[in-house]
């Protein structure tokens, strides 16, 4: 039998991995990372690496073509910040307040 006090309370709900915007664009979309491989003329892995979470040593940023070819691909729905954590593609204001 496990001793409780062993196990760690999980005191507030696990933050959400954050991913690319792209993931997104693909799960609403009923899109695998084959299916988008083929589309964008990669590879089924190109797609997953390009979708890991923000903080997974392994994610790779696609370079400018790729960019291009997912924005164009997308409608404009993903743009090249959304490759990039959330705090750093904010960009401030006039008055120094940040926004998305």
């Known amino acids: ?11 507030s709900p696990p933050a959400p991995l954050v991913r690319p915007k792209f993931a997104q664009f693909l799960f609403d979309r009923g899109l695998n990372y ?4 083929e589309r964008l003329g990669r590879t089924r892995e190109w797609a997953r690496l390009v979708c890991l979470p923000f903080d997974d ?3 790779r940023i696609p370079d400018a073509e790729d960019i291009r ?6 409608g404009g729905v993903v743009t090249p ?4 954590p959330p705090e750093l593609s ?7 307040e940040v926004t998305p």
Not at 34 to 37: K, P, Q, S, V
């Open 34 to 37: 084959r299916e988008a491989g």
């Open 90 to 96: 904010q960009s401030p204001t006039a008055d120094g």
């Open 57 to 59: 040593p392994r994610r």
């Open 1 to 11: 039998m496990t001793d409780s006090r062993d196990i760690p309370e999980l005191l």
């Open 81 to 84: 910040a959304d490759f990039y």
């Open 69 to 74: 070819l997912i924005v164009t691909w997308t």
